[in-house]
């Protein structure tokens, strides 16, 4: 169960690897949180992220887990439920993909698309029915600034986020009442191994602040957060621009 301040004392992680899920995890260990599942593809990396947890006094254990295989969800996620409660899911997986070669290969594009949309509307509902059935805890699901509003930049990315932002939404409205706590979460341009290499955006923010974020979301039992908070300003805004001004604007 949470404590008084609202932190998890067990989490589990969709996307062991992610650069922020990581971020999170590490602060809330620094809280009260103790037992640790980092679901993701077995790799070396995996690994490291589980043995470094546990150098900072956490019980970690490794889930092998693959968004892309949706018929394994409910097994694979089931085994961790079954070993008690769980507080806090983070669904924190997803692939930029490379827009340019992308458009070119319909079938990448899709890999995009099945990974962020509907890989996550299958474990989303699995760890929600799990959590409802227990009566208790949060799904803290990692959005985009991209998904407000698609870019040609990125349309193809920011789609498949729009999508799971609308999915998240909605998940949140339908557990309403049930003791289970949907958070969406809007960062912007994160300084992460995702986005090496990738010209940095205005406002652009880092794994660790999107963590403070999130631990003060959970806190406050909001339904979004974004990181940084102005973007809720500038995306409010954007959204309104008429697409001929729209597709001129350097985004």
Not at 68 to 84: D, I, M, N, Q
Not at 142 to 149: C, D, K, Q, W, Y
Request: some cysteine; glycine content about 10%; hydrophobic content about 45%.
């Amino acid at each position: 169960m949470k404590d008084a301040f609202g932190t998890p004392q067990s989490l589990l992680v969709l996307g062991g690897t992610s650069d922020i899920a990581l971020a999170t995890a590490r602060r809330l260990i620094t809280r009260r949180t103790r037992t640790v599942w980092l679901a993701g593809r077995p790799s070396p990396d995996l690994d490291d992220a589980a043995a470094h947890l546990r150098g900072l006094g956490a019980d970690v254990r490794t889930v092998a887990f693959d968004a892309l295989a949706p018929a394994s969800h409910e097994t694979v996620l089931g085994k961790v439920f079954a070993e008690g409660d769980v507080d806090m899911v983070l669904l924190a997986f997803g692939v930029l993909g490379d827009q340019a070669n992308d458009e070119r290969d319909p079938v990448a594009a899709v890999r995009v698309a099945q990974t962020n949309y509907t890989g996550a509307v299958s474990a989303g509902l699995v760890c929600a029915r799990a959590l409802q059935v227990q009566g208790h805890g949060s799904l803290v699901v990692l959005s985009s600034v991209a998904g407000e509003r698609a870019r040609r930049a990125n349309f193809i990315y920011g789609s498949s986020k729009a999508g799971l932002d609308a999915f998240a939404q909605g998940l949140g409205d339908a557990l309403h009442g049930t003791g289970v706590h949907v958070m969406v979460v809007r960062p912007g341009f994160v300084r992460s191994r995702m986005t090496a290499g990738l010209p940095e955006a205005p406002l652009a923010t880092t794994p660790e602040a999107v963590a403070s974020a999130i631990e003060l979301g959970l806190r406050r039992r909001s339904e979004t957060v974004w990181v940084p908070g102005t973007l809720r300003l500038v995306m409010s805004a954007l959204r309104h621009v008429p697409r001929p001004l729209f597709r001129k604007l350097p985004l």
